[in-house]
């Protein structure tokens, strides 16, 4: 059996075979080349690493979906049975059929549309998140984790990046990224905006705050305050809003979990009044299904 043997450690023989017959002004070359090329090296495995993690993440949106569009087609199977059922025991009831077959049409035309609807929304948020995602350098995506759920696009922030040590006021090295995230929010303005501050269980010792609901609430108010103010987000289309230590994501018993506790996110959402503008825009031959339960 071949052993597979690294680019690293094959450069590094060559490097001391020939190293032992050549002048010193070849043989620094050759090491300047071989540190080049451990670089190269190095950075395609992070970049391959980093790959696998985002094509992860798609996949799991993907399967997520999936078992969203098995709900619908459940909900038309049962629609399809109400239909056999009543064919079937027609001559036991006064059963109007030609309506109840409109209706369950007119039914499947609206279960369509809502799909189509999803469909969309699910889109925007995708090109949501890779558009930000790309605009992030690989130190900033470090503090950030960026995730659609539910149709609802969730950017959390760390605090040691987003804050000054102890404090509630913007620290400037957050000052970039926020840009960026603030250029996302002004590219889709049909999108509402919550700022929602988070803490972990360590008791605040600040004398002009009083326990943790105020820090969260302060951070949170900070970053709305910093879209308005610094990057022109149309303050109507914000909300801060705190959770105090009460919303965890890890156990606070570690300085791990502490740590991604102390998190505020922003979440995107669709601006409910045109979410529902665009699902009641149904096919106009839709109307609410008769209750069939009694035949």
């Known amino acids: 059996m071949i052993k597979r043997i690294s680019v690293p450690l094959l ?4 490097l001391l075979i020939t190293s032992c017959g050549v002048s010193k002004k070849t043989h620094q070359a050759l ?26 993440s798609l996949e799991d949106q993907l399967e997520q979906e999936r078992k969203n569009n098995a709900g619908l087609r459940e909900a038309l199977a049962r629609l399809q049975g109400t239909l056999d059922n009543s064919i079937n025991q027609n001559t036991q009831g ?27 929304s699910d889109s925007l948020n995708m090109v949501l998140t890779n558009n930000l995602t790309r605009s992030l350098s ?13 149709g609802v696009v969730y950017i959390s922030l760390s605090d040691n990046m987003l804050y000054k040590s102890g404090s ?7 000052g970039e990224t926020l840009s960026k995230i603030a250029k996302i929010i002004q590219d889709y303005k049909d999108y509402e905006v919550l700022i929602e501050g988070n803490t ?36 109507k289309r914000l909300t801060a809003g705190g959770r105090g230590e ?33 699902i009641d825009k149904a096919p106009e031959t839709a109307e609410t299904p008769a209750d069939t339960t009694a035949f």
């Open 11 to 14: 450069l590094m023989s060559g």
């Open 31 to 56: 090491q300047t080349q071989y540190t080049d090329l451990s670089e190269k090296y190095r950075q395609s495995e992070l970049d391959l690493t980093e790959s696998r993690a985002r094509v992860k």
């Open 94 to 120: 006064n059963v109007n059929i030609s309506k109840l077959v409109d209706e369950i049409n007119a039914s499947n035309k609206y279960i369509q549309h809502l799909v189509n609807t999803k469909q969309k």
């Open 138 to 150: 690989r130190e900033e995506m470090q503090d950030v984790d960026v995730q659609v759920l539910k």
């Open 168 to 174: 509630y006021e913007i620290s400037d090295r957050a």
């Open 200 to 235: 972990d269980t360590d008791p605040i010792s600040k004398s002009n705050i009083r326990n943790n609901w105020d820090l969260s609430t302060l951070r949170a108010s900070s970053v709305v305050q910093a879209l308005q103010n610094q990057y022109g987000v149309d303050p």
């Open 246 to 278: 009460y919303n965890p994501i890890a156990d606070n018993s570690t300085a791990e979990g502490k740590a991604r506790n102390r998190r505020t996110q922003i979440i995107i959402t669709p601006k409910l009044d045109q979410f529902m503008e665009l």
